[in-house]
T-cell receptor, first 114, second 113 residues
Framework: DAGVIQSPRHEVTEMGQEVTLRCKPISGHDYLFWYRQTMMRGLELLIYFNNNVPIDDSGMPEDRFSAKMPNASFSTLKIQPSEPRDSAVYFC????????????FGQGTRLTVV | GDSVTQMEGPVTLSEEAFLTINCTYTATGYPSLFWYVQYPGEGLQLLLKATKADDKGSNKGFEATYRKETTSFHLEKGSVQVSDSAVYFCALMNIGTASKLTFGTGTRLQVTL
């Protein structure tokens, strides 16, 4: 398996524009997580899914952020409208169910909002 | 709720020095504990894990022991290399309350010749 695949790797957009980040989890993994990493706040969990159903979205910072998982092999994180403070690296991760299974991370999408 | 506390970085060491990065946690029940490593420009990779008290996880010369009595999972390596320069994250997963990973803030390690 190629691992967790995120696209794009880099995104530069203007304030107010819509941004969509994409993730393809590892096949067979039941859980999918979206994290945001910044220097100031470190690694924050935004939302996670189990079997394509959102379980906990308490980390989503505002209504401008939304995430979907229409099927087991694809998820999106959308920001509309984007703001400069949304600039960060966004990571997607997936893992199998079970107590001792580790999460596998994608390479991340570096988002810059100017 | 669950939380993980790591020592502040950056940690700067000379090659072949001994490394310790402290990690303590707060959690109900019996969490699994993990160390992840992030090299520049990359995502996080699992370094090692331990799933119950007194378990020792080890990989690439790194090791950490799950100490329930002190709620700690300190990362150690006997002799670091320049290639170990990275950010290290301690994390826990508590199936009892949620299935998500809770991460510490990360500790940056810089190894010099």
């Amino acid at each position: 398996d190629a691992g967790v695949i995120q696209s794009p790797r880099h995104e530069v957009t203007e304030m107010g524009q819509e941004v969509t980040l994409r993730c393809k989890p590892i096949s067979g993994h039941d859980y999918l997580f979206w994290y945001r990493q910044t220097m100031m706040r470190g690694l924050e969990l935004l939302i996670y899914f189990n079997n394509n159903v959102p379980i906990d979205d308490s980390g989503m910072p505002e209504d401008r952020f939304s995430a979907k998982m229409p099927n087991a092999s694809f998820s999106t994180l959308k920001i509309q409208p984007s703001e400069p403070r949304d600039s960060a690296v966004y990571f997607c991760a997936s893992r199998m169910g079970g107590r001792n299974t580790e999460a596998f991370f994608g390479q991340g999408t570096r988002l810059t909002v100017v | 709720g669950d939380s993980v506390t790591q020592m502040e970085g950056p940690v700067t060491l000379s090659e072949e020095a001994f490394l310790t990065i402290n990690c303590t946690y707060t959690a109900t029940g019996y969490p699994s504990l993990f160390w992840y490593v992030q090299y520049p420009g990359e995502g996080l990779q699992l370094l090692l894990k331990a799933t119950k008290a007194d378990d020792k996880g080890s990989n690439k010369g790194f090791e950490a022991t799950y100490r329930k009595e002190t709620t700690s999972f300190h990362l150690e390596k006997g002799s670091v290399q320049v290639s170990d320069s990275a950010v290290y994250f301690c994390a826990l997963m508590n199936i009892g309350t949620a299935s998500k990973l809770t991460f510490g803030t990360g500790t940056r390690l810089q190894v010099t010749l």
